[in-house]
């Protein structure tokens, strides 16, 4: 900025998508100010009562804006706490843009009251740029066409995407020597590999002019390890990914461990399965998963108790559970040991919302569909670890079903790129398809 030019005050007003999102969202502007529409905090009052993590994020924001409010008027400019922060206030609908916003789209709604507030304060602070932020992009859209600057929030979301940290490498013309010492032995000084870029358990593919071997790199021990297909309560590996997969689940100093893939590749399985092969170690395996009703319908409207009402979300967790015990009879010890886990809640299967305030000691905890969930939640879940615990996220980041999240924006995107090359964290990326030539079809062609 050429020197004696005065910065542009820039105001950020928020939609009520980026409170529940993020509930700490206004002191992560830096030095500008931001704006809450009155009627934003009418539709936090809604969301308030509940278990899900949107209402906690509700209700941190309500205590953030009482205790700003304590000795100012919310009506004028209130300084942020913390260093190079602005300024925040709550501002009002707008009555006369109001009416005329109303005629453009033809109907009443929050969404405009919010879109009417941010362009009054435009009108009024002539000299500030206005920017509307919103996880809601057809919002961001109303918004544009009216003229009104708008974007989403963009904290945490992970900005190259397109090369996610995959967990593993190819690498070609590696000395024979080597892989032959590394079949014989299992273990090589991973030094000595010296094209090789060492990423903390992170797997390999090694070639040399007459065979590869699959390898893993220890950081605890230096080494480059070689990584065997095992086979997991019956469930065999069809892959090189799927047996790293398998290794990652097995590895007992890997307390966490991610895996993203498209439907079919076998994440679900592969991660019950590995569970069960290892049940003498853990006193429990929860699975669990995010539910994201159908249109966006709270799971109230469904009849029945709270079990009743959660089933159908469930169901898809059920179905690997009896896809591994149906490999035996109803005679075989294997089958019975899965019925009697079920019976006496070895294996059980649960929302996500009632694991908050819970400490999860010696127990696997299986995340299914963790692209569904905010980075938020997911580090929600984590501080849940106890001793002895093991955590498994899997998901597709390119299926999401929630409005308000992205391939960029989800947890499971931000899990990867945030502990990658962390001693404690270990992450496989599954390609290949292994549920039915029917599935890749769609896959690959629609």
């Known amino acids: 900025m050429p020197r004696g030019r005065k910065k542009q005050r820039k105001i950020f007003v928020f939609d009520t998508s980026v409170i529940l999102f993020d509930h700490n969202a206004i002191q992560n502007f830096e030095e500008n100010d931001v704006a809450i529409p009155i009627t934003v905090l009418e539709e936090i009052d809604n969301f308030k009562k509940g278990n899900d993590t949107k209402n906690f994020e509700a209700r941190e924001f309500i205590r953030i804006v009482d205790k700003l409010s304590e000795k100012n008027s919310l009506q004028n400019w209130i300084p942020l706490n913390g260093p190079k922060k602005g300024k925040f206030k709550v501002i009002m609908n707008g009555q006369d843009v109001q009416n005329d916003t109303n005629k453009i789209f ?29 996880k809601d992009i057809n919002l961001r859209l109303k918004a544009k066409a009216l003229g009104l600057h708008s ?18 490498q190819q690498y070609d013309d590696i000395d024979q020597e080597l892989i032959d010492t590394l079949f014989q032995e299992g273990a090589v000084d991973a030094h000595l590999f010296k094209t090789v870029i060492l990423t903390a358990n992170q797997y390999y593919i090694l070639k040399g002019k007459k065979s590869s071997v699959l390898a893993y790199f220890n950081p605890h021990s230096k ?5 065997e297909k095992r086979t997991c309560y019956g469930i065999n590996p069809r892959n090189a990914e799927q047996t790293f997969a398998l290794h990652a689940i097995m590895n007992s100093e890997s307390p966490i461990v991610c895996m993203q893939g498209v439907a079919g590749t076998g994440k679900t399985l592969l991660s019950l399965a590995a569970s069960i092969e290892q049940r003498s170690s853990f006193k429990q395996i929860y699975l669990a998963r995010p539910i994201v009703p159908l249109s966006n319908k709270d799971i109230g409207y469904l009849p029945g108790d709270i079990k009743s009402k959660i089933n159908p979300y469930m169901e898809p967790l059920w179905d690997n559970l009896k ?51 905010t980075p938020h939640e997911v580090k929600t879940i984590i501080t849940r670890a106890g001793e002895g615990c093991k955590m498994i996220f899997s998901g597709d980041i390119y299926q999401i079903d929630t409005p308000y999240l992205d391939e960029q924006s989800n947890g499971l995107s ?33």
């Open 106 to 134: 033809g109907t009443s709604k929050n969404d405009h009251r919010i879109i009417n507030a941010a362009i009054t304060l435009e009108k009024e602070e002539k000299e500030a740029k206005v920017t509307l932020v919103s």
């Open 323 to 373: 896809l591994i015990k149906n490999q035996w009879s109803e005679t075989h010890r294997n089958y019975k040991r899965i019925e009697e886990m079920v019976n006496k809640e070895k294996v059980v299967v649960t929302p996500l919302a009632y694991i908050r305030g819970r400490s999860l000691s010696d127990v696997i905890f299986i995340v299914d569909e963790a692209q569904n969930l």
């Open 223 to 227: 080494m480059m390890e070689r990584v």
């Open 414 to 446: 931000y899990l990867i790129d945030k502990l990658k090359g962390h001693e404690l964290f270990t992450h496989i990326t599954l390609e290949k398809g292994e549920r039915s030539e029917l599935a890749n079809l769609a896959n690959e062609l629609l």
């Open 151 to 168: 974007e989403d929030y963009e904290t945490g979301k992970i900005q190259d995407v397109q090369n996610l940290y995959t967990g593993k």
